[in-house]
């Protein structure tokens, strides 16, 4: 690492106290870009890093609400506008309990990378809440909801900011967000992605960021002519990503043996075929359940419950070929790392955001695994919200199949990017660096091309 680059995230450190994530997100891009900068003073003279950090702006505000009971709640709302050069703001909404200012813009920075990545043109944003919508009635839900657009309207916009889902915000949520924004603005426009059918979404959003996760993987096995069937698989998760993860995992031949949710995890060494997934489905979508309620529909799959005690996360040590993390992030540290490369994995596709520590990723790259960071193998997701706001100008619907194929031809660019980039600044298979520099190259000249705004 040069002396620029450890003084730059020195410096980030110092500047940005307390939001140890979005450290760790600087830290692994600023790392690939001294490839860059040796290369490219022009991106240091012109102090890219400095002002790519910075978030061009971040609005946070009180949202009051009341239960069902008639108490009253507040929680704290945000919007991080991280940056547009290359188009609107773009990136989820995340409801949760352990959301803070640094979670999100851990997500919002990550997030600059990744759209570019997809080559639509769309900026880098992200929101959301530390409500936790876990318990809660469909009425609180909506009532939330509804407070917390009462403040964001004023910020967001078909050409300003289009925000969609992320943990804790599926269909449900964005149904009443749009519906509040509508009333507010008067108008009906795509201000949002992830929308229900039969109200401007796209066919395929739901799936988008779990199939893409699986097809990123199976470009990542083609390089050593593999595909994933016969493959055993390790799920994470049991939200949005990993259920689709499943499902095109299935489609594909493979085997998949665990989910998880933040409670526990179950193994099925049988498999999770699809009569077992549309029981998850049911059960996390439409009953909002826990996970644990599968073994006692499936009495030969088994129930961990997770220990915070342990260093290591024991989903991580079955035996298996490929992983697809898909619940959070960190949930893969370097213990997990070492017992994922010990029992066989050698494809890792990440469909949550940084679910792998810094540590843990240079395990990965140091045993030479298929390793598909997070801002690549998971911009499926937006790649498709990009298309359903292309969908939602033209007022054009398209099928299913025209928009799996742009999907489908989205993630094999990305894969072609990286691949290529990683080459072309020496470090071959190095897909983390592939990802990063690629999604900056575009973010740095168009923020060159713009002058100091
Ligand atoms: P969901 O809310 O649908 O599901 C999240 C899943 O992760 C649930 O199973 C949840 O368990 C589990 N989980 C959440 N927090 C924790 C935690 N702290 N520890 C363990 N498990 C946890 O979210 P998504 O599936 O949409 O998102 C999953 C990941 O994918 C996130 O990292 C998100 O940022 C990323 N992502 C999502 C995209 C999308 O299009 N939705 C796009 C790109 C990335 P429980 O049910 O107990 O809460």
Redesign the pocket.
């Known amino acids: 690492m040069s002396d620029y680059v450890a003084d730059f995230i020195a410096h980030v450190k110092a500047k940005n106290p307390s939001e140890p994530e979005f450290h760790q997100a600087v830290q692994e891009v600023v790392e690939s870009l001294s490839l860059v900068l040796e290369r490219y003073p022009e991106y240091r003279s012109e102090r890219i890093l400095e002002r790519i950090v910075e978030p061009e702006r971040v609005i946070m505000f009180r949202i009051p609400w009341m239960d069902d009971q008639g108490h009253i709640h507040v929680n704290r709302g945000f919007r991080i506008e991280m940056n547009s050069a290359i188009g609107p703001y773009k990136g989820?909404l995340?409801f949760?309990p352990?959301v803070t200012l640094g979670i999100l813009k851990f997500?919002a920075f990550e997030q600059v990378f990744k759209n570019s990545l997809t080559s639509l043109p769309m900026g880098g944003g992200k929101g959301g809440s530390d409500f936790d919508p876990?318990g809660k009635s469909d009425n609180e839900i909506m009532r939330f909801c509804q407070s917390f657009m009462n403040e964001l309207f004023r910020h967001i916009g078909p050409d300003t900011d289009v925000p969609?889902?992320?943990?804790?915000v599926?269909g449900r949520e964005i149904g009443y967000l749009f519906g509040q924004y509508k009333r507010l603005r008067n108008e009906f426009t795509g201000v949002l992605t992830g929308k229900g059918l039969n109200w401007g979404g796209s066919l395929i959003r739901p799936e988008?960021?779990g199939y893409g996760s699986v097809y990123f993987a199976a470009e990542m096995l083609s390089t050593r002519r593999e595909t994933l069937e016969g493959k055993t698989c390790l799920v994470s998760?049991?939200?949005?990503?990993?259920q689709y993860t499943v499902e095109k995992l299935l489609l594909l031949g493979a085997k998949v043996v665990t989910l998880?949710?933040?409670?526990g995890y179950i193994y099925d060494e049988e498999g999770i075929d699809r009569k077992k997934l549309d029981f998850v489905m049911e059960l996390?979508n439409t009953r909002r359940g826990r996970l644990k309620e599968y073994v006692e529909e499936f009495k030969r799959a088994t129930y961990i419950a997770f220990d915070p005690k342990l260093d290591h996360n024991p989903l991580w040590l079955h035996k298996a070929q490929c992983a697809f993390p898909?619940?959070?992030?960190n949930?893969v540290n370097e213990n997990d790392a070492q017992n994922l490369v010990k029992n066989g994995v050698y494809v890792v596709s990440e469909?949550?955001?940084m679910?792998t520590t810094l540590e843990g990723v240079r395990v990965f790259l140091d045993a030479k695994v298929l390793y598909g960071p997070?801002k690549a193998a998971?911009a499926g997701?937006?790649a498709t919200s990009g298309l359903e706001m292309s969908q939602n100008s033209m007022r054009l619907p398209w099928t299913r199949e025209e928009v799996d194929n742009r999907l489908h031809m989205i993630m094999k660019n990305i894969h072609k990017t990286c691949v290529e980039v990683a080459e072309r600044f020496g470090t071959p298979g190095n897909y983390v660096n592939g990802a990063n520099i690629g999604g900056f190259l575009k973010v740095a000249d168009a923020m060159i091309d713009q002058g100091l705004v």
């Open positions: 989820g995340r949760h352990s997500l876990k969609a889902g992320d943990i804790g599926g988008a960021t998760g049991s939200g949005n990503v990993a998880s949710d933040s409670t996390k898909s619940a959070t992030q949930e469909g949550a955001n679910p997070g998971n997701g937006v």
